[in-house]
Structures are given as structure tokens and as C-alpha cells.
């Protein structure tokens, strides 16, 4: 299956001159999208500073993946210039790359968009209602362009991405910017009305800018009080800010009749203490004007809020609910960000949580509003994650019950590089580039939203294993059920699919549709990490009121790879009284065999299935296929759950002093009725540091250990793993994160100087970087030695810190923004966290601290307490549980942190003598520049 297409450009030239210049554009040269069928072209220009270029390009096709397709023809210039069709047949994404050893100057990096490539896509007919007679409104989008003769607010790629919704900003301080006289001139000249009817875009109305002279300005940073306005503050006048709501509401009621309801976001990330410098009743006072102001004069309109920064921010929401939010929100709009990849975050439970808390304090669930989502490609290892990861998200969040979710962002941009579905191609990066060029999440996000944005989740396939994902849809406009699957392991799993048709539609990630005749219903699908579309599937098995089940059998049956199933089953009604044919199908994988028998139906009749399963079959949940045939038609059908099982259970990896060495130690019990043999093969890093040949007998424990090696480092975490290869070719592996440090402990006063430290450089291992191109003044010198203490009050932690400049003059809560120091504690490393926050909140174990020198003197900042402290105010005064010391001379800060076990662990739950530590030095030497930071980490570069 083709899943996009490659243009690749090959020169044919032994020896090109370094000042040789191509000039390459596409035909739609500012958005490099094209419709499909639509006529595209590629124009190339010689601008060299000879007269004639020495060689004529020649092209190669290729797919996504690399794979060739074609050969094409070297092209003729003619002028110095010549142009070239591009495939626009097949929906995908395309790149036209240079190849040799001087790639990067015929085609060079232009903005974000890496030298030696150009990228276009091709995605499907534009849909000219996405908003289906304003009916839905589900796919959002942050970000714009700003073209040419292009579009007036910036929305040209909307069409393109299938845009549903769209934010609108009709803020205080936008159109009363110096008083309530500017509010009809400024109105008078409101575009987006005339837009939104004729893109049919559902919008919804920002209202979270209040105008400078609004608020009180005295209580804003001096760097923000020379802005027009402000999110963070409430107003001084509520009569003013009621007056300007009555004005700009009756506004958007007149002008947005046609929408079924009107939805109004009032505030914008109001998180105490960075996002709002006010209070939680100052939040809650806003709200209370708005909601009575809006349900006056809008009857159709919708508050939403508090518009918070994360799905984790469940305690958050209950205090501010608590305080009295409950009454006056009618939506609950949150940045649902959960990380990536989405499968593995608990996007679903996080929706859960905070419902629960929205259905606890509010009396009823309400509609979601995620208001903006994503990631980098650094975060995700590359443009092709990204586009993968944030077309899942749209599924899962779809499937969770999200009646809105707003992607961020549409180009990357300077401050926070790699968001962008579309590659920046203007200099600097700004926002709003007139130049954008697609990544391949462009057509990924399209044949996703054609497919699910007039779709309800009619269930998840929860049976598929952790690495299956798969969900049933409706389309609510056709009534069709669709399923959606893909395997988020990156393994291409195949699938048997059973949709209980003869013919079904089936569409590829990029949107690509063909007809498929099945075998009786069954289909075999290699996934991969782009969904698959299976549209046409049988309500008979799949929709809300499928066939009840006719087999009495074991809800899940579990077997070990290498043996024979066994499964007893009875039929619970006889439908027919003819001879039929029993069978069960499933994964080539997981047996080569199939189960046929012959039989006449009886009521509670015994049956036994037995099917051999494959010695290398994969482990885990799988699915299978029971269905009865009669006169070479099926008249029953069927899901069977299954479950292969390891034939080894395994303890922790665990790292332990041994005699002046470190040892990793691991247990492993054979949970099979037969002996294991094979070798097992220890790594730290990679590299292998044990390998032993192994029996083991059935139903024995055995316990493993390997010396690790001399060189071992202390500051790092370091992941082992042991490989147990079976004389039959089935292979287990088992890993976990270690380290090998000791904190001694000390006799109390504790003597500072005596503390054994270790020492952490800015080298490639140690240093974290908010980007990858930040540069400071004299980084290299930027070196730091910790050393940790305990005894049986306090935790002792020392950190002497050489930094050339020392900058921290960001507010409290943000001091980690600029120079300053983290810590992190665990009291029980390695427990399992519960998804379910409200339990976490109650149960952690963990605990984050900030510690900064700071113009306003020494402060240490909480930014997570442990299940059951004591400490009410994030910004701590050093008391006798918290002992703080910081200073600075000479080009060296040291940090000096006594913090009573009380503190980290007020529930007692640390066992043993372990604790989980963490740290990171931040340091920005920059002022004002947002990615000019970098960190220094010891043991976890993932924590900071």
C-alpha cells in the first residue's frame, strides 16, 4: 500500500561550483497544498552567477517510507528555467529532495524547513461545510498565515485541513483599547461574521483580553504594564466590564443568528501564580458577571471556562469549582495536554477525572472544550511522530468524549520550534508566516477529520492489547459504522479483522479508499502507526444493539505461545436444526491452523476448542472469530478474546552495592509445565555486560545477577535490560531504569565541607537545552558539584554552581525559567501512579522544590507536595523543617538545602533504604529570549 510519495532530485553533475543557485517553487508556492487531480507543478529556475548551469536535474519517485516507484525523465531547460508535473492522483504527503554532496545549496534550509527538501501535499476535494449546517464543531485549529492576497484573518490552510471551529478573538482591550469610545468604530468594521458564513466555520467568541487601563496596573511585572492589555488580572470597574459585555454580546448574537448555540470563553489559562496575578474569587467574580451578562442578553449562549493549562489539573479545577466556579460555567474548556505519545498518557481517564470532579461539584457532566493540544518533533523524535501522534490524538479525544479539540500549531514558530504541522519558511520564524510548507501531518489531520468529524464513538476495542488501538464509530450523517485501528508499537502488526460484511471500504491514513471483498467477513490488515479506516462494518456485530451471544465460553481465553488451546464452550440456543459448520479463525501469527467441526445445535451441548498456538507467537491480548455456517452461508458470528502468555515471570532489574561493585539482580520464575532453555544476555547502556546459558526447571524461581562495570557513572540513569532467547526461538525481554549512587549518611550539625560531591559538566550527556540551538555566552564554563547528605531528620542537599552571569529576576513560580535550582524527591521510587488523579493527589510520594536568589532575596518554590504535607503557601519561608542557605561570589553560587523527612515523606511511606532523587540547574543568561535555557541534570534528564 502506498502511503505518499517522494520526488526526489538526483544531479547528474561531477563537480557543481559551491556558488551554484536554484530557484524551486510549486505552483502554490505560499501553501504547497494541493486538491486532488489538481493540476501542480513544480517551476525551477537557474539564478547562478553563470550563465548556464552545468548539468539538467533529473528526478526519482518515492513513497513516504523511501520506497522507489519511478524513474522520471531529466528535464530540458529552456531560458534556464523548466517545469515539471507533480502526481497529484494519490492523497499523501510528497517531498522533492536534492541528492549529492551539494543538496543543501540547491535546495538550502529556508525558516524551519531543513536544506536539501521540499514538501507538498495532496489531500481530498475541498468540503466547503465542514460545520455541516452548523451541526459540528470538533476540529480546531491555533495559528494562521498571513499571505499575500490571501485570506483576511490568516485562514487560508483551514480548507485544506478540514478546519471545523475556530476561535474568534473578541476581546475587551482589542476593541475598547483606549475606553468604551472606541467600541462603534472599531465594531463597525468586525470582518469575521462575513467570513464564517461563508466558510461555514463554527466559531467560538475569546473574551479573556481586558484592556490595560482596566486593571489595576500597579499589580502587573513593569515589563507588561506597556502592554494594551492583559490576560492575567481582573477589572478594577465590574460595571465597566459588564457594560462592555452587554455591547460586544448583543454584537454576537445579531451578527451569529444561524448558530444553534454561541459559546463564550471568558478566561485564558487564569493558573495562579504564573498565568493570573490575581485571586481564585477574583476568577470567580469574573465569571459571575459574565454568566449573568451573557444568559441576559444571549438565551442561546454557553460560558465556558476556567480554560486551565492541563488535564492534570484536576485539584486546581475543584478549588476554583469549590470557590464557586460551579455556577456559573456552562462548558468546561481546558488545554487538554497529556504528552506524547497519546496512546500511552491516559487521555480517557484524564477526561474521566475531570468529569468527575465537573459531576461532583456541578451536579451534571458538560461539554468539553479542548482549547489547545500538541507537541514538537523534538518531543515526539521526529516530524513523522508528530504527525502520527497528533492524528491519534484527534480519535482518542473524539473517543473520550471531547465536543471540541483545538491542534496547535499550524507553522512552527520562533520561540517554541517544532509545534507546526506546516514547516515556517520565512526567516526568524515569526508568527503568521506568508510562506508554509506541509509536514505530513497535513493530509494525516485531513482523511482523519473526513472520517470522524460527523462521528460518535460507539465503543473501543479494548480487546486488541496495549499496543492495538481500535475504536467503532458512526457516521452520524450516513449512519455508517467505521473502525479505526493502528498499531501505536511501530511493529506493523497484522490484524484478522472480522466486519461481518462481504464488502467493506477500506482507507488508508492519508485518505485513500478501496473496496475490499472479504473472506466471509474477515479481512487481513497490516497496520501501522497510521489509523486505517474500515468503513461499512456490520451493526449486526459492531453497533449498539449487536446479536447476543450464543456460545457460554470463558470471557478471555488465556494460553501459552508454544501450546495447544483448549477452550470448553456450550451453546446457550439452537438456530436451526441443521447440520452446521463451527469454526474459529484468528491471527497467522498466533496459530497457522484453523478450528473447524461439524455439528447439530443443541442447547448446553459441550464443546472443546482446540488450535495449536505458534511458539513465537506475540504476546498479549488478541482477537479471534467464532462463527457458524449452514448451507455455506453464516448464520452466527462471533468476538472471542484471547490472551498469549509469557512462559516466564520476572522481578524488578534492580541495581545493589555489592562489595566496592555494583550488581544488577532480577528474579525469573518459568510459569510453564516444561523446562526453559536458552541464554540470557545482560546490558547496561547497550553494551552487554553478562551472557549465560540458563535452565530452568518447570515451575522453579531463580535469581540472576551481573557485575556492572567499574566505569559506571553515578550522575546518570542508566536503563539495563536482560534478554532471554529460547532454544525455540522465542525471545522475552525485560528492562528497567538504574542508578548506582549512595547518599551517606551524617552526623548532626551536619559539616558541609565534608560532604562527598560529585561533579556534573556542560557536556552532550549532562546538558539540557530548551532548544537545539540555543547558545550562551561561555556555556562550556557552566559546571556545577552536588553532594547529598541525610540523617534522622533531615535530607542535606549542596549544590556549588560555577556560572559566569547569575540572572533570576522572573516572578516567584518561574524562577525555573531562569537561574536557579530543582529538586525532585520520591519516598517510594518506582511505585505505580494511579491515572485516576484524584486518588494521586492524596497518594504521592513525590515532591518538587525550586530554589532561587532572586532581587527580593532566597526563595524556595513548591511545585508539587507529597500526599498529606503540611505546606499550604507553594512560596515557603524557611522554617526548622526547611533550612535555606543560598550565595554568590566570584562566578559561583552555592545552594545549601536541609529539608526535614516530615516535609518529603508526612504520610511515612518510605521503605527501606531507598530514595528517589532528581535534580537540574537551570541557567539563562539571556534576558527576555524564551528558548535561551539550558540545564545541567543529574540522574534525570526526563524530569526537567
Not at 49 to 61: R, V
Not at 94 to 118: C, H, N, T, V, Y
Not at 516 to 539: E, K, Q
Not at 867 to 885: A, F
Request: proline share 7%; hydrophobic share 35%; charged share 20%.
Amino acid at each position: 500500500m502506498i502511503h505518499g510519495i517522494r520526488v526526489l532530485l538526483i544531479l547528474f553533475c561531477a563537480a557543481m561550483p559551491a556558488w551554484a543557485t536554484w530557484r524551486m517553487d510549486t505552483s502554490q508556492p505560499q501553501l504547497n497544498v494541493f486538491e486532488q487531480h489538481e493540476s501542480a507543478m513544480l517551476s525551477i529556475q537557474w539564478t547562478g552567477e553563470e550563465a548556464a548551469p552545468a548539468f539538467t536535474p533529473a528526478l526519482e519517485l518515492y513513497d513516504m517510507l523511501g520506497n522507489k516507484l519511478a524513474d522520471l525523465l531529466p528535464t530540458k531547460l529552456v531560458d534556464q528555467a523548466a517545469s515539471l508535473k507533480l502526481p497529484t492522483s494519490k492523497l499523501g504527503y510528497f517531498e522533492i529532495r536534492a541528492i549529492g554532496d551539494k543538496a543543501s545549496q540547491i535546495i538550502p534550509a529556508l525558516g524551519s524547513r531543513p536544506a536539501g527538501m521540499m514538501s507538498y501535499a495532496v489531500v481530498a476535494k475541498i468540503n466547503r461545510d465542514p460545520a455541516g449546517q452548523w451541526q459540528y464543531h470538533y476540529l480546531g485549529m491555533q495559528g494562521t498565515t498571513i499571505l499575500g492576497n490571501g485570506h483576511p484573518l490568516g485562514w487560508d490552510a483551514y480548507p485544506y485541513l478540514g478546519i471545523q471551529t475556530a476561535g474568534l478573538g473578541y476581546h475587551w482591550n482589542k476593541y475598547e483599547t483606549t475606553g468604551p469610545q472606541d467600541f462603534e468604530k472599531k465594531i463597525a468594521n468586525d470582518p469575521y461574521p462575513k467570513v464564517i458564513r461563508e466558510m461555514n466555520i463554527y466559531p467560538n467568541f475569546q473574551l479573556s483580553g481586558f484592556p490595560i487601563w482596566a486593571v489595576n496596573q500597579e499589580r502587573l511585572p513593569k515589563e507588561q504594564r506597556k502592554h494594551r492589555g492583559t490576560t492575567r488580572l481582573p477589572p478594577k470597574d465590574y460595571k465597566e466590564y459588564e457594560a462592555f459585555l452587554r455591547r460586544m454580546v448583543t454584537h454576537i448574537k445579531n451578527n451569529y443568528s444561524q448558530l444553534p448555540h454561541r459559546t463564550y470563553e471568558i478566561l485564558w489559562e487564569p493558573c495562579i501564580p504564573w498565568g493570573w496575578y490575581g485571586s481564585i474569587d477574583e476568577i470567580v467574580k469574573v465569571f459571575e458577571v459574565a454568566h449573568r451578562v451573557i444568559h441576559e442578553v444571549d438565551p442561546n449562549g454557553r460560558v465556558a471556562g476556567p480554560t486551565l493549562s492541563s488535564l492534570n489539573d484536576t485539584d486546581y479545577l475543584e478549588q476554583l469549582l469549590v470557590a464557586g466556579l460551579n455556577q456559573y460555567i456552562d462548558v468546561l474548556s481546558c488545554h487538554p495536554y497529556k504528552g506524547y505519545p497519546p496512546e500511552k498518557t491516559a487521555i480517557e481517564q484524564g477526561l474521566a477525572d475531570v468529569d468527575h470532579v465537573v459531576q461532583k461539584h456541578v451536579g451534571r457532566s458538560l461539554p468539553f472544550l479542548g482549547t489547545e493540544f500538541g507537541f514538537t518533533d523534538d518531543a515526539c523524535q521526529g516530524v513523522l511522530n508528530h504527525s502520527y501522534g497528533i492524528t491519534t490524538s484527534l480519535i482518542i479525544f473524539k473517543a473520550g468524549g471531547a465536543d471540541t479539540h483545538t491542534i496547535f500549531y499550524l507553522a512552527d514558530y520562533a520561540g517554541e520550534p517544532g509545534y507546526g504541522f506546516f514547516y515556517n519558511m520565512v526567516k526568524g520564524l515569526p508568527f503568521g508566516p506568508k510562506k508554509i510548507s506541509p509536514k505530513p501531518a497535513v493530509p494525516m489531520i485531513r482523511a482523519c477529520i473526513d472520517q470522524i468529524g460527523t462521528s460518535k464513538v460507539i465503543g473501543k476495542l479494548d480487546y486488541l492489547g496495549s499496543d492495538l488501538w481500535g475504536y467503532i464509530f458512526e457516521d452520524q450523517q450516513t449512519h455508517e459504522l467505521m473502525a479505526i485501528l493502528w498499531d501505536v508499537s511501530d511493529q506493523n502488526r497484522s490484524l484478522l479483522f472480522d466486519t461481518g460484511m462481504q464488502h467493506v471500504t477500506q482507507i488508508d491514513g492519508f485518505g485513500n479508499p478501496q473496496r475490499v471483498t472479504t473472506r466471509d467477513g474477515l479481512v487481513n490488515l497490516a497496520l501501522t502507526r497510521m489509523p486505517t479506516y474500515i468503513r461499512g462494518i456490520s451493526p449486526r456485530m459492531y453497533g449498539p444493539n449487536r446479536l447476543k451471544p450464543l456460545v457460554a465460553t470463558p470471557s478471555n481465553w488465556l494460553v501459552s505461545r508454544g501450546k495447544e488451546l483448549k477452550v470448553p464452550l456450550t451453546f446457550t440456543r439452537a438456530l436451526t436444526d441443521k447440520p452446521v459448520t463451527l469454526s474459529f479463525d484468528t491471527d497467522a501469527d498466533i496459530s497457522q491452523e484453523q478450528f473447524r467441526k461439524t455439528l447439530t445445535l443443541q442447547v448446553d451441548q459441550p464443546l472443546t476448542v482446540t488450535l495449536p498456538i505458534a511458539s513465537n507467537a506475540p504476546l498479549g491480548p488478541a482477537v479471534g472469530y467464532l462463527r457458524l455456517t449452514s448451507q455455506g452461508k453464516t448464520i452466527w458470528r462471533g468476538i472471542q478474546h484471547l490472551e498469549i502468555t509469557p512462559e516466564l515471570e520476572f522481578g524488578k532489574l534492580t541495581a545493589e552495592p555489592e562489595n566496592q561493585t555494583w550488581q544488577v539482580t532480577q528474579t525469573v520464575r518459568n510459569v510453564a509445565d516444561i523446562p526453559w532453555q536458552g541464554t540470557v544476555t545482560t546490558q547496561i547502556d547497550d553494551r552487554t555486560i553478562a551472557k549465560q546459558k540458563l535452565v530452568i526447571p518447570a515451575g522453579q524461581k531463580m535469581t540472576l545477577t551481573s557485575v556492572l562495570p567499574a566505569d559506571i557513572q553515578p550522575t546518570k540513569v542508566h536503563p539495563v535490560k536482560s534478554i532471554f532467547a529460547s532454544e525455540v526461538g522465542t525471545q522475552l525481554t525485560t528492562q528497567n531504569d538504574v542508578t548506582c549512587m549512595v547518599i551517606p549518611s551524617v552526623s548532626s550539625p551536619v559539616d558541609w565541607s565534608r560532604l562527598k560531591s560529585i561533579r556534573l559538566t556542560a557536556d552532550d550527556q549532562n546538558l539540557w537545552k530548551n532548544h537545539p540551538s540555543t547558545q550562551l555566552k561561555n556555556q562550556t564554563d557552566l559546571a556545577a558539584d552536588f553532594a547529598y547528605g541525610y540523617d534522622d531528620k533531615f535530607v542535606y542537599v549542596q549544590a556549588v554552581v560555577q556560572d559566569d552571569v547569575h540572572r533570576c529576576e522572573t516572578r516567584s513560580g518561574t524562577t525555573w525559567d531562569q537561574d536557579s535550582l530543582q529538586l525532585a524527591f520520591d519516598v517510594m521510587p518506582g511505585r505505580q501512579i494511579s491515572s485516576n488523579l484524584l486518588a494521586e493527589k492524596n497518594e504521592r510520594s513525590n515532591s518538587e522544590f525550586c530554589l532561587a536568589l532572586t532581587p527580593r532575596g532566597q526563595e524556595i518554590y513548591v511545585h508539587m507536595r507529597p500526599g498529606g504535607s503540611s505546606i499550604k503557601e507553594p512560596l515557603i519561608t524557611p522554617n526548622e523543617n526547611l533550612k535555606l542557605d543560598i550565595t554568590r561570589e566570584q562566578g559561583v553560587t552555592r545552594y545549601r538545602l536541609a529539608i526535614a523527612w516530615e516535609l518529603l515523606d508526612p504520610m511515612h511511606q518510605r521503605k527501606g533504604d531507598i530514595l528517589g532523587i532528581a535534580a537540574a540547574v537551570n541557567d539563562s543568561d539571556a534576558a527576555g529570549k524564551f528558548n535561551n535555557r539550558v540545564a545541567l541534570c543529574l540522574l534525570s534528564r526526563r524530569w526537567v
